[in-house]
């Protein structure tokens, strides 16, 4: 069974700052693995989506890695803003999705 | 596009009581899923659909049922409510995916119907 694990489960970081969110998986064997955010009492949205056979995805200040080998990817944000302030879950893609618990974020003004 | 969208958006049931959660979709996508969001536990699954007239069984499926009679909606009944199934449950929806329930691109999620069972 997948398990996948995210850590911290809360950051507080200052504005400007660039933030590091991590994620491990045990099962190599995945299709893809997604980025998600989530605002309080909102739905999940969609941030980056990593192909098995990807290395990495990129969209604006956020930067996703994916090392299938050592069973970790990583969420970069870039001079992160109050607006960055939310919980930012990962998943795995093998034969259903395995959402690790979340990093909730707090960036300060 | 509204997107994904869940009806209601917050319930207080009594124990053993039954209802009905309702989850549509305008994008046309063929599989659909029903989520619970426990604190701390992320998301789980509990019943997917690969297309209209299909369902199955995820990782949570016990003391819920599903059904998907049109490929636009995707209902997840309560028969006897627990407090157990106190949570908040999200639907989402994938134009393309696997026959396990997994998802081979993005999902799209509803906004969530927080449940509470007294």
């Known amino acids: 069974k997948q398990e996948v694990t995210q850590i911290p489960a809360a950051l507080s970081v200052p504005e400007g700052e660039n933030l590091v969110l991590n994620c491990s998986f045990t099962?190599?064997?995945?299709?893809?693995l997604q980025w998600f955010r989530q605002d309080p009492g909102k739905g999940l949205t969609s941030l980056l989506l990593?192909?098995?056979?990807?290395r990495e995805q990129t969209s604006g200040r956020l930067n996703a890695s994916l090392d299938k080998s050592s069973g970790r990817s990583t969420l970069y944000i870039a001079a992160s803003q109050p607006g960055d302030s939310a919980t930012y879950l990962c998943?795995?893609?093998?034969?259903?999705?395995?959402f690790g618990a979340g990093t909730t974020v707090t960036v300060r003004a | 596009n509204a997107g994904v969208t869940q009806t209601p958006k917050f319930r207080v049931l009594k124990t053993g009581q039954s209802m009905t959660l309702l989850c549509a979709q305008d994008m046309n996508h063929e599989y659909m899923y029903w989520y619970r969001q426990d604190p701390g536990m992320g998301l789980r699954l509990i019943h997917y659909?690969?297309?209209?007239?299909?369902?199955a069984k995820g990782e949570v499926p016990d003391g819920y049922n599903v059904s998907r009679l049109k490929k636009q909606n995707f209902l997840l009944g309560l028969e006897s409510a627990a407090p157990s199934q106190t949570s908040v449950y999200f639907c989402?929806?994938?134009?393309?995916?696997?026959?396990?329930?997994?998802?081979?691109?993005?999902?799209?999620f509803g906004p969530g119907t927080r449940l509470t069972v007294l």
């Open positions: 998943a795995t893609n093998d034969y259903k999705l395995s």
């Open positions: 989402a929806s994938s134009y393309s995916g696997l026959s396990s329930g997994g998802s081979t691109d993005t999902q799209y």
């Open positions: 099962d190599s064997a995945i299709y893809n």
């Open positions: 659909s690969v297309g209209e007239g299909t369902t």
């Open positions: 990593i192909q098995s056979s990807q």
